[in-house]
Each structure stands twice: as C-alpha cells, then as structure tokens.
C-alpha cells in the first residue's frame, strides 16, 4: 500500500522518493542564496560569486544523503561548487565539466574526490573534456578510513571524514592564493596525514528503496562501517561508549602511525541520526585515549558533517598537524555548514 508516493513503513519528511534530491535543492538555494546559487539539470552548487578570477577554483561531489557535505560546504574558504548524486550515487561527468567550467577563474581547478569506484571514474571524464575545453584540472582522491581494505564501493580505502578536512584546507590555501600545483600538494599532504574509522548503532533508508540498507538487531553495533552502508571489520554486541571509542580510536592511533608529540585536529562525526550529546561523550573518551598516548589536541571539530541519512553512528577522524595545516585550517570560511572568522 502506498500513499501519495510514499511507503507506509518508511516514515521520511519527504513528497516522493523521486523528487528527493531535486526538493532538497530547491531548498538549499531558498535558505542560501546569500551564499550560493543552485543550478539545475544538470544539478550542482556553486558559490554565489564564481568564478573568482585568478583564484584556484575547488569543486566536490557525490551522493546525496551525506549532508552537509559536499554542498554545505560551498561559499568563502571553502568548495568552489559541489555535484549532487542521487542517493548514495554518484553524480554524472556532465554536472562535474559544468561545475567545473562554472568555477575556472583562469587557474585551473582542484577535483577532490572521495575514492568510489562511480566517483573516480566520472571526475576522470569530467577533467578529460574540461581540458579539452582548456580548462586545467588537477585531481586527488582521499582514502583515509583504516577500517578494510576493499569494500562494495571501492578498489582501496573508502574516502570518509578527512574529506571534509581537505575540502576546508584546500579552501583555505586557494584562498591564499596558492597555484594549483601547490593546492594540490596540500591536499595530497591532508590526504597522507588523515585517517578514519566510523562505527553503526542502525541502519538507514534509502528514498527509493523504502527499507533498511542493511539488518542490524537492536543489540548489535557495526564496527567499521561505511557511509553508505558497507560492511565493517566485525558485528558485535552494544557496548559502552569508551569501549566503542577504543576500537575505532586504536586502528587509526596505529595506522600512520601516530606518535608521542604529535598535534593533530580530532574531527568527531555523526552520521546523521546521533544526538550531539553521545558525540561530545564520544569526544572525551577520545580526548582521554590521546592523552593517554601523548598526543595533543591541537584543533577539533563535533558535529554531524558527513552523514549516512539517518543511520545512528560515529566516526573518528584525526588529521596530523603542522604548521601549514593549522594555519590553513584557522583561515575564514563562510559556508551554509560551516563559519568562522567571518
């Protein structure tokens, strides 16, 4: 039985699965339109004074459902444009090219892409005929989460939570007026010094699809999840949230590794349906197995900034600092998701 479109056992503030996508646009460039412009067919977002002329422009994408990245992060500092999927998909070469021709101010582009297999190879095309056009495209894939190695989405490490690190530091160095060649380099660097972990509490409903991504019983948590749903590394029972914290914290403590004396930015992400409470419980449990390894605190970050629609979760992402990073991190940015020093 359905009702005006939708399903009766999918309870969503929605008009149809359909028009998802499409409405949430609409309503992104009716709450925005101070920071943004919104164009459609093909869809993408694009800061509402570009192209800045000399300026490296930086455009992202790929599915919906991960709000507010990528298209909350477009304004000052920040992305230059982002190119919406439809849900959990990734968006098509000819929203990149256009968003990509959009935001050229004559020094060329920066694609950051998160590594799904649907993402690399449309961005690929994308740069292809945007340099065909004489537009200069450079590209870097971030590939941070420890969790597997390969997953449903991906050849490699899925591209998470140090995303939104690199979106905002690259931001930060095009806006310092950086070469390409150099914006790039710091977004390799960003992308080389971030790792991440998240974690599952439930699953999440896809529009179009009308049920769970995935069955996960009232007691159990998925350790190593990814955002749209992918397995992890293993299904356990509940557990307090310090216990939780240990196992994503020590993989990627291991990962780089991170040592003794390092200063880093602890970036606390909720995947779209976790009060802000457990995330700040999850963060002083961070902040605790940090300490307890001495390493400092440098920058952090709390809040729901890459989701998986309604899934209740967490991730970790820690990104090693110097002192190029923190400058760039400290610069203004002004976005519908993100603001400082403005």
Known sequence: MQTTGLQTSMKKLINTPESV???????????????????FDPDYIVRIDAPVKGKVGLVSGGGSGHEPMHGGFVGRGMLDAACPGA??????????????????GGAGVLHIVKNYTGDIMNFEMAA????????????????????????LYTAGRRGVGTTVLAEK????????????????RVCEKVNS??????????????????SPTFDLGPDEIEVGIGIHGEPGRQRLPLKPAREIVEMLATPVLDDLPFQRGDQVLAFVNGMGGTPLIELYIVYKELAAILAGRGVSIARRL??????????????????????????????????????WGV
């Not at 790792?195 to 179009?208: D, E, H, I, Q």
Request: hydrophobic share 45%; proline share 5%; net charge negative.
């Open 21 to 39: 996508v499409h409405d949430a646009l609409e309503g992104v460039a009716a709450a925005h339109a101070d920071l943004v412009r919104v164009h």
């Open 87 to 104: 849900v959990f998909t990734s968006p098509v070469p000819n929203q990149m090219l256009e968003a990509t021709q959009a935001v050229d």
């Open 128 to 151: 292809e005929l945007a340099a065909a056009d004489g537009v200069e495209v450079a590209s870097v894939v971030i590939n941070d989460d420890v969790a597997v190695q390969d997953s």
């Open 169 to 184: 530091i690259c931001g930060g160095a095009a806006d310092a007026g950086l070469p390409l060649a150099e914006v790039k």
């Open 193 to 210: 010094l971030g790792r991440s972990m998240g974690m599952a509490l439930t699953s999440c409903t896809v529009p179009a699809k009308g």
């Open 302 to 339: 709390v809040g729901s900034y890459i989701t998986s629609l309604e899934m209740a979760g967490t991730s970790i992402t820690l990104l090693k600092l110097d002192d190029e990073l923190t400058r760039l991190w400290d610069m203004p940015v002004h976005t519908p998701a993100l603001r």
